[in-house]
């Protein structure tokens, strides 16, 4: 069974670009999740996704947005990157967001996203 | 989502019994205790998860203590490929989605 993807594999922007990351969930799971983890800093969470709405989101700026397409894959966007958005942005996929036995979260291998 | 404390960091000698604590003295009753390890510049890789039993698979055992304010991960033959930073979480099912990571235990396995 193949696990949670993402592209691309790395990604060079200057300051003021706009970035596009993707993630593609496992099979069969509905909700995908959205984590920043800059260099030397802990994984922060960004935003959730569940049956195409956002669930919620973390503590960053509008300018990171995103939304979830009906076959459950799901983008990223973050609008005038800043130098601080530096960072591998990683995606997780579960079966359900909801409370239950089978949400267990998955992570994909990331996106490094460097700007300039 | 209660917090959890792990040491910094720890060493293990290959081939022997890798035991990891996490301490969640504010855990409540519907929070579960799940285990990630993230190998450098990696996804997270899930380990294992519990409530309140032990639990034990491929990768490793849980052991949580009765009052459920402690737990260790167990990884039984460490191996050189085990060499990460090791998280424990406490989430409950209803919770916001995300998970909370902390800063983790680096464990560093030794030939």
């Known amino acids: 069974e193949a696990g949670v993807t993402q592209s691309p594999t790395h990604l060079i922007k200057t300051r003021g670009q706009q970035a596009t990351l993707r993630c593609s969930p496992i099979?069969?799971?509905?909700?995908v999740y959205w984590y920043q983890q800059a260099l030397g800093l802990g994984l922060q969470f960004l935003l959730w996704?569940?049956?195409?709405?956002?669930?919620n989101r973390g503590n960053f700026p509008p300018r990171f947005s995103g939304r979830q397409f009906p076959n459950y894959s799901s983008e990223l966007n973050v609008n005038a990157l800043e130098l601080e958005d530096s960072a591998l942005y990683l995606c997780?996929?579960?079966?359900?967001?909801?409370?239950?036995?089978?949400?267990?979260?998955?992570f994909g291998p990331g996106t490094r996203l460097t700007v300039l | 989502d209660a917090k959890t404390t792990q040491p910094t960091s720890m060493d293990c000698a290959e081939g022997r019994a890798a035991n990891l604590p996490c301490n969640h003295s504010t855990i409540s009753g519907n929070e579960y205790v799940y285990w990630y390890r993230q190998i450098h510049s990696q996804g997270p890789q899930y380990i294992i998860h519990g409530l309140k039993n032990n639990e034990t698979n491929e990768m490793a055992s849980l052991i949580i203590t009765e009052d459920r304010k402690s737990s260790t991960l167990i990884l039984p033959h460490a191996t050189l490929r085990d060499t990460a930073v090791y998280y424990c979480?406490?989430?409950?099912?209803?919770?916001?989605?995300?998970?909370?990571f902390g800063k983790g235990t680096k464990l560093s396995v030794k030939p």
């Open positions: 979480i406490v989430t409950s099912r209803g919770s916001q989605g995300n998970l909370i």
């Open positions: 099979s069969g799971h509905t909700s």
């Open positions: 997780a996929s579960s079966e359900t967001g909801t409370s239950g036995a089978r949400n267990t979260q998955y």
């Open positions: 996704y569940d049956e195409g709405e956002e669930r």
